[in-house]
């Protein structure tokens, strides 16, 4: 892949990305689903968010709803799934927001990275972390760095043996470090998350929640 000499150059992180598969980005078409679902899943395991997102779907017939059926469904309803009253609330504000400003695709490429997250964390329930992982997953953006994440603070603690007690000085080092890895630190934070087999966590709801 064309992200790895680049990122090889760092002898730490080579380590990890020598005796791995390369990963490949992808890029999501329906941004409202893609954020209504990491809503969803927030604070929860894989397993249980994949239940959980499915149970939304059966709602709709199988299918991903307009943002005008998802506001239209009573809120008891998504409650009934296993959602909270607050991730109700936020996944509608999602689809509110898709109909009054819009965050197709489309619209969203032209963007960059810094853009979107001021585009998009206005809508209450989603902050910047949710909107990294967007940027990951979603809009397939080749170099974020989740500076907020606890599976990518946890991996680079062991692997630059960092210490995170004063919190200024280990953000400090995290994106001083981060730094090297330009303009690829996305693939860097996969293969951190796939060296601890971690799915992306954010380490702070209150980061995250506005």
């Keep these: 892949m064309h992200y790895i000499p680049h990122l090889l150059k760092d002898k730490k992180l080579g380590r990890l990305i020598e005796n791995s598969k390369p990963h490949k980005l992808k890029k999501r078409k329906n941004i409202c689903i893609y954020l209504c679902a990491s ?11 994949d239940v959980i997102y499915r149970r939304f779907l059966d709602l709709f017939g199988g299918k991903e709803p307009t943002p ?31 109909i009054e400003q819009g965050m197709h695709a489309g619209k969203l490429y032209k963007m960059d990275d810094e853009e979107i997250i001021a585009y998009l964390t206005p809508i209450k329930g989603v902050g910047r972390w949710t909107v990294e992982m967007l940027l ?14 606890l599976g ?3 991996a680079m603690i ?26 690829y630190r996305t693939y860097a934070c996969l293969h ?12 702070s709801k209150k980061k995250q929640i506005k």
């Design 158 to 183: 062991g692997l630059y043996k960092l210490d995170r007690a004063d919190k200024k000085k280990f953000r400090e080092q995290l994106l001083r470090i981060s730094e090297k890895w330009r303009p």
């Design 136 to 149: 990951m997953f979603a809009l397939g953006r080749e170099d974020v760095f989740a500076a907020d994440d």
């Design 68 to 98: 005008h059926q998802i506001l239209d469904i009573p809120a008891a309803t998504l409650r009934a799934i296993g959602l909270s009253n607050a991730k109700v609330s936020y996944v509608k504000n999602v689809a509110q927001f898709e």
């Design 39 to 49: 809503i969803m899943s927030q604070q929860l395991s894989v397993k249980v968010a």
């Design 152 to 154: 990518i603070q946890n």
């Design 192 to 203: 951190l998350w796939r060296s601890k087999d971690n799915a992306p966590l954010k380490a």
